[in-house]
C-alpha cells in the first residue's frame, strides 16, 4: 500500500478538523483522511468548529459551506477576523466562480467543488500543510526566525537564539505563547486566546498560567523587564508583541 510520503513523515500525524454537516460525506472522509495516517476530529456544524478550535488546534480545517445556521464562509470570515491562521479548504455544492472568489477572499487556502474525489481532496490536503510549512501542530507562518531585540525566535526549534547561539529551548507554554504573539505584530491578543494558543491536547490551564509565562519570557528577551518594550501589556486584554523597527538612515 502506498502511503503518502509528505503526511507521514512525522512521528505525530496532523491533525484536520472536518466540518460537514452530511452524515455520510463527513464519516468517508473521516475513515479515508484517518487511513492516510491523519488524526481527524470531525463535526457537524461551524458553531463547533468555532468553540473547539481553540482548545484543540488542528494543522488545516477542512469546511463545508452549506452548513445549518452559520455557513463555512461566515465561520472562515471570523477566524481570519481574530487574526486565526489556521490553513482552510472549503468545500462547496456550488461551483460557480462567485463562491471561489469569496472563499479565497475570506481568507480561505483553497477551494473544492462537490463532487470531488477523497484522493483530490488529499492532494489538496497536503499541498495546503506543504504550503503551511509547519511540522504538526506548529502554528502557520513560522518558517523565518523572528527578532526580538538582541534575540531571534526560531519557532522550528521552539527556541530563543542570540547571535548564532541558542540560548534557551522554550517550555511549551512559553514557546506557544510567543509563537501566538509574533505571528501577530502589533495585534493586541486576549489572555483567552493566548490561554486556548497554549493548549495541549485536552491540557487545562489558568489565565494566571499565561501572565507568568510572559513574566519569564520578559526577563529572556526584554532589557528592561519591568519596562517591557518587546511584549507589551495591553490593559484589561492582554499582551501585544511590539516588533523591532530598525532605524533608517
Ligand atoms: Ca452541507
Keep these: 500500500m502506498n502511503r503518502p510520503?509528505?503526511?507521514?513523515?512525522?512521528?505525530?500525524?496532523?491533525?484536520?478538523?472536518?466540518?460537514e454537516d452530511d452524515t455520510a460525506l463527513r464519516d468517508m472522509l473521516a475513515a479515508y483522511l484517518e487511513r492516510q495516517g491523519l488524526?481527524?476530529?470531525?463535526?457537524?456544524?461551524?458553531?463547533?468548529?468555532?468553540?473547539?478550535?481553540?482548545?484543540?488546534?488542528?494543522?488545516?480545517?477542512?469546511?463545508?459551506?452549506?452548513?445549518?445556521?452559520?455557513?463555512?464562509?461566515?465561520a472562515c470570515q471570523q477566524l481570519r477576523a481574530e487574526g486565526d491562521r489556521v490553513p482552510i479548504i472549503l468545500l462547496t455544492a456550488r461551483t460557480e466562480e462567485i463562491?471561489?472568489?469569496?472563499?479565497?477572499?475570506?481568507?480561505?487556502?483553497?477551494?473544492l467543488g462537490k463532487p470531488?474525489?477523497?484522493?483530490?481532496?488529499?492532494?489538496?490536503?497536503?499541498?495546503?500543510l506543504r504550503r503551511a510549512g509547519g511540522a504538526p501542530g506548529t502554528p502557520v507562518g513560522h518558517a523565518v526566525p523572528v527578532r526580538?531585540?538582541?534575540?531571534h525566535f526560531v519557532a522550528a526549534s521552539r527556541s530563543?537564539?542570540?547571535?548564532?547561539?541558542?540560548?534557551?529551548?522554550?517550555?511549551s507554554i512559553e514557546y506557544a505563547l510567543l509563537a501566538e504573539l509574533v505571528l501577530n505584530p502589533g495585534v493586541a491578543i486576549s489572555r483567552e486566546r493566548l490561554l486556548a494558543a497554549s493548549h495541549g491536547r485536552g491540557e487545562t490551564l489558568l489565565l494566571r498560567t499565561v501572565d507568568t509565562a510572559i513574566m519569564r519570557l520578559r526577563r529572556l528577551v526584554?532589557?528592561?523587564?519591568?519596562e517591557p518594550r518587546y511584549l507589551q501589556t495591553v490593559r484589561g486584554h492582554g499582551y501585544m508583541f511590539v516588533p523591532h523597527v530598525e532605524a533608517r538612515g
Design 39 to 74: 488524526a481527524v476530529t470531525a463535526m457537524a456544524s461551524a458553531e463547533e468548529l468555532l468553540r473547539r478550535i481553540h482548545r484543540l488546534r488542528p494543522d488545516l480545517v477542512i469546511l463545508d459551506v452549506g452548513l445549518p445556521k452559520m455557513s463555512g464562509l461566515q
Design 5 to 19: 510520503d509528505f503526511l507521514a513523515m512525522s512521528d505525530k500525524p496532523y491533525h484536520l478538523f472536518v466540518v
Design 116 to 128: 470531488f474525489s477523497a484522493r483530490e481532496l488529499l492532494a489538496r490536503v497536503r499541498a495546503v
Design 148 to 151: 526580538i531585540g538582541e534575540f
Design 160 to 171: 530563543l537564539h542570540r547571535g548564532d547561539d541558542a540560548v534557551r529551548v522554550l517550555s
Design 99 to 111: 463562491d471561489r472568489v469569496l472563499g479565497l477572499e475570506m481568507g480561505a487556502d483553497d477551494y
Design 222 to 226: 526584554e532589557p528592561d523587564p519591568a
